[in-house]
Each structure stands twice: as structure tokens, then as C-alpha cells.
């Protein structure tokens, strides 16, 4: 399995942003963290290529399972993203289509078999409590999935999560890195832009957030980095995320959170950046 690209803690300085939202008797409070390397900022002329860092949890106010979430809308200021840089890509449905998306049978293999290494452009994990569906305090089911990120086509980028059983045979526990099932599924992701913001959204299937039938895998803990990966194209150095500017030595960062019954929640942190 790759290793996550190293991040020196220091030289990442980011705001918590921590938002309670009411859904039904659950209570989701989210807790943000993010930052782009290097600090240093570049301009829509000679853009800095970046690596992103990505993390988040999900608690819930009364400590019952939270609210499943269903679609995420992340937007990161001062940002763009060029896919030119990376010359293959590999879709959500070229990875569904294969029927065993990843071969994922044995915790090392967490890459989509369908995809070639050159399209993998970040990598991540999202750990998981699952319960009944009709009791909102049970969460005493685990499942670990491996994140992985490749270049789509264009406009799109495909999220691919994989998950293995515990091969001495037992329950999945929290802390540990299994699932209580063998899991694979690809998500289509898309890039757009609002204004000055570098936005990424995707909406998660009823197949993810359901993979046992009556119960919820409710997301806890996200960790994950899109690489600093850069070209030259046309004379001038890219990078895959690149960084064009720096607002009075802060980067906004905005994410969206979509619960499966409820309304909206937005959630705004800051990086530091220098321009």
C-alpha cells in the first residue's frame, strides 16, 4: 500500500470549525481542519503547484451515532485545480464496471484495479461506526475504508473506497483497520468554480451509506491528501491543485455538509498562506 505523502505538522496552521445541526433526535457537530503546502503563494500567471490536506470528524451532541452524511460540497479560496497535469485519469463507472473493483480481498490492496497507478492523485482514510438503523445510540459496528483519489475525466474526479475483514475472523473494533464487511465501490466526484473558490462535491450512495441492509455507517473520522503533483505545460510549471492567490495571509476554506435528513450545514476554517 503507498504511503500518505508526509505532513510537518508545523507548517500547516489551520482553524477548528466546529458546527452543531439538529437532524431529527441526532445532533452532528463537525470539526474541521485543512492547509496547502507550501504557504507561499503563487498567482493566476505563475500559479504555485500544491498538496492539500483534508481532515474532519463527526460527533454527535448527545454521543449517539451521527446523522449519515450524503453530500459534501469542499471549496478552498484562492485555488485551482488543473487536470492537465496528470495525463490518465479513471472513472467511477470504469472501476464499478470490473465487478470486483480493486481485488480487494486482503488489507493491502486498497488501489482500484481498473485504474492505473499515473491517475492516483491522493489518498486518505475514513474510519466508520454502523448501527441499526431504528436505534440512533447503537454504533457498535466498525468499518475502516481505505480512501484513495484518481484523476477523472475532465470536470470529474473519482473517489474509490475500499474496506477488508478482520483476517483472524473477528468483529471489526473501533481503533483497529477493518471493516466489518469486504467493501469496494467508486464515487464520481466533480470540479467546478464559484467566484474565487476551487470547488470539489460529491454525493455518496445509498450503497455506502447503507452496505448492510437496515443499518447506517455513519462517518466519524476523515483523514486525506491530494499530492503535490506538478508539469510543465507551455513553459510554465502546474500543478495538479495550485495556488494563484493569498488574501491577507489567510486561505478560506468552506465545506458543506448534507445529512441524509436535514438540512445544510456550512462549516468556514482558514489556513495561513503568504503571498
Known amino acids: 500500500m503507498r504511503k500518505k505523502p508526509r505532513i510537518i505538522a508545523l507548517a500547516i496552521v ?15 457537530v463537525y470539526k474541521v481542519t485543512g492547509g496547502v503546502l507550501p504557504l507561499n503563494s503563487g498567482t493566476k500567471a505563475k500559479p504555485t503547484p500544491a498538496q492539500v490536506l483534508f481532515n474532519y470528524t463527526v ?79 447503537d454504533q457498535s459496528l466498525h468499518c475502516y475504508l481505505n480512501v484513495r483519489i484518481y484523476n477523472g475525466k475532465p470536470g470529474h474526479a473519482t473517489l474509490f473506497l475500499a474496506g477488508h475483514k478482520n483476517p483472524d475472523g473477528s468483529a471489526s473494533q473501533q481503533g483497529d483497520k477493518y471493516c466489518i464487511i469486504e467493501f469496494a465501490k467508486a464515487i464520481d466526484m466533480q470540479y467546478t468554480k464559484e467566484g474565487k473558490f476551487a470547488v470539489l462535491s ?31 505545460i507551455n513553459g510554465v510549471k502546474h500543478g495538479y491543485y495550485e495556488t494563484i492567490a493569498c488574501d491577507k495571509g489567510k ?5 458543506e455538509f448534507v445529512p441524509e435528513n436535514g438540512s445544510p450545514t456550512t462549516s468556514k476554517y482558514t489556513a495561513k498562506c503568504t503571498a
Open 202 to 232: 460529491f454525493t455518496i450512495p445509498d450503497t455506502v451509506l447503507h452496505n448492510i441492509p437496515g443499518f447506517t455507517t455513519a462517518v466519524r473520522k476523515v483523514e486525506s491528501t491530494i499530492k503535490k503533483i506538478s508539469r510543465k
Open 59 to 137: 460527533d454527535e451532541a448527545s454521543g449517539n451515532r451521527p446523522a449519515g452524511i450524503k453530500t459534501y460540497k469542499i471549496k478552498l479560496k484562492g485555488m485551482r485545480v488543473n487536470q492537465k497535469v496528470v495525463k490518465t485519469t479513471c472513472t467511477a463507472d470504469q472501476i464499478n464496471a470490473t465487478g470486483d473493483p480493486a481485488a480487494t480481498t486482503g488489507e493491502g490492496n486498497n488501489e482500484a484495479k481498473a485504474c492505473p497507478a499515473s491517475a492516483l492523485v491522493g489518498s486518505g482514510y475514513a474510519d466508520n461506526t454502523v448501527g441499526n438503523n431504528a436505534n440512533e445510540a
Open 14 to 28: 489551520a482553524a477548528l470549525a466546529v458546527t452543531a445541526v439538529a437532524i431529527a433526535a441526532q445532533v452532528n
Open 251 to 255: 486561505r478560506q476554506f468552506e465545506v
